[in-house]
């Protein structure tokens, strides 16, 4: 475990080691993400352009969204199993506990949209709670990571055959174009586990709400909230002793090194978490350890020590203000499920 500081320093050596616990027989020589599944020519000029632009502000930041190369999503699903990272077990217990009041919520035969699918776990727990002839006919999972998604959704189609799978190639944060309703489908309901919301900006989170209200009209939205708590139980979720989540940030050097030709050395930066409880926020950054100059492309970019990249954001609510949130987004709010510790949540919301 980190010291109170929270900065946790991680080598190549660590680095590797947690890739090879995920990835079968990888040669770590010559390993990188791109090598596993290259991403589309479209999705590589997209990440250049934003990872310049981040790196260009005076403050530099990054999107949390690019971490989830095919690596990096890997990483993280380990990190859901790490005893310190509360998240996903309490809110996959709320979503069992309580299937059977969702299903009914949502009602039969409706089309789901889930906002940045992922592995597609968390979905199977609603999708198993509904009655015989009342289950969901379609399923449209969105994110951005193309070939993550499509592996998943082919697993989840061998587990429901009857099931309609239209996977959706995007950044969900962006306007999209859904398929018109099926004449017999019940309501088109969002999914919206994991707390993601709590990445964006506050600002970021209303917009992301309003166009989910635009595309749900008639429906509504199940979303995962996490909830304002104990620093202490924060600081660890963010700074497992394994160093898994460390090798998650540090993954994203990897990931830009791959596929946009940069040049970062992983033993020059260093994971560093911390909880900022007057903002109700937990900030991810990478902290360079020494004077450097990093080239991405023909772009050149020198960090002193100490100078860091934000690369994640992780906003805390209380059940109060996510609820006011939504109400101003075009929303309703209507039952929220909560664990007895009240760590997490998880809010049915009905477009207005």
Request: proline share 5%; with cysteine.
């Amino acid at each position: 475990m980190a010291q109170a500081s929270g900065r946790q320093a991680v080598d190549e050596s660590t680095l590797r080691l947690n890739f090879e616990s995920i990835m079968p027989n990888p040669n770590l020589s010559t390993f990188s993400p791109a090598e596993l599944v290259p991403s589309s020519q479209t999705e590589r000029t997209r990440f250049g352009r934003d990872v310049i632009a981040g790196l260009r502000q005076e403050a530099r930041r990054l999107s949390p969204k690019y971490f989830y190369d095919v690596a990096g999503s890997a990483l993280f699903d380990r990190i859901c199993e790490l005893p310190e990272y509360y998240p996903t077990r309490t809110e996959i217990g709320i979503l069992r506990d309580n299937a059977k009041a969702i299903a009914e919520v949502v009602g039969p035969n409706a089309e789901v949209v889930e906002f940045g699918a992922g592995s597609l776990t968390k979905i199977r727990l609603l999708f198993d709670a509904f009655a015989a002839g009342e289950a969901p006919l379609r399923y449209m999972p969105v994110d951005i990571s193309g070939e993550h998604l499509h592996m998943a959704a082919r697993r989840l189609q061998a587990e429901y055959p009857a099931l309609q799978i239209q996977p959706v190639v995007a950044d969900y944060t962006m306007p999209l174009i859904l398929p018109k309703a099926a004449a017999d489908s019940g309501k088109r309901v969002g999914f919206f586990p994991g707390s993601s919301l709590g990445n964006f900006q506050p600002d970021e989170a209303l917009e992301f709400l309003r166009l989910a209200a635009r595309l749900l009209q008639g429906g509504g939205l199940l979303v995962g909230v996490d909830l304002v708590k104990e620093p202490a139980v924060l600081h660890a979720a963010y700074n497992d002793d394994q160093g898994v989540t460390a090798a998650f940030n540090l993954n994203l050097l990897r990931r830009m090194n791959a596929e946009l030709a940069a040049d970062f050395d992983l033993n020059g930066f260093a994971h560093y978490a911390f909880y900022q409880a007057a903002r109700q926020r937990v900030e991810m950054h990478l902290v360079s350890k020494l004077r450097q100059t990093v080239r991405i492309g023909e772009e050149r970019f020198d960090f002193a020590e100490g100078d860091s990249i934000l690369t994640e954001e992780s906003h805390k609510f209380t059940v109060d203000s996510f609820r006011a949130l939504a109400a101003a987004a075009g929303f309703s709010p209507g039952p929220v499920w909560i664990d007895e510790q009240r760590l997490f949540s998880v809010h049915w919301l009905v477009v207005r």
